[in-house]
């Protein structure tokens, strides 16, 4: 789905950025260049930004539960 139509940036390339190193709505928007012309994409482009983090979050604790896990 396009989330940027002006960059022509989908909510995949958002995911793939924070995936690729990306840790904030201002690292996706230098990266990818998102919302730099209207701007009408902004608040989804955050919503995008603020889910896969989550997502990114809790996989990690879930990692890290499992490696603990594992270890012990
Ligand atoms: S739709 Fe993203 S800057 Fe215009």
Redo the contacts with the bound molecule.
């Keep these: 789905m396009y989330?940027?139509?002006?960059?022509g940036?989908t909510d995949g390339q958002i995911r793939d950025a924070i995936y690729e190193g990306c840790c904030s709505y201002r690292d996706v928007r230098e990266t990818l260049g998102?919302?730099?012309?209207?701007?009408?994409?902004?608040c989804l482009?955050k919503q995008v930004v603020r889910e896969t983090l989550a997502n990114v979050h809790s996989s990690h604790a879930a990692a890290a539960h499992t490696s603990n896990f594992i270890a012990a």
Excluded: M, N, T, Y
């Design positions: 989330v940027c139509l002006c960059q940036v998102v919302a730099s012309q209207c701007g009408k994409c902004a482009a």
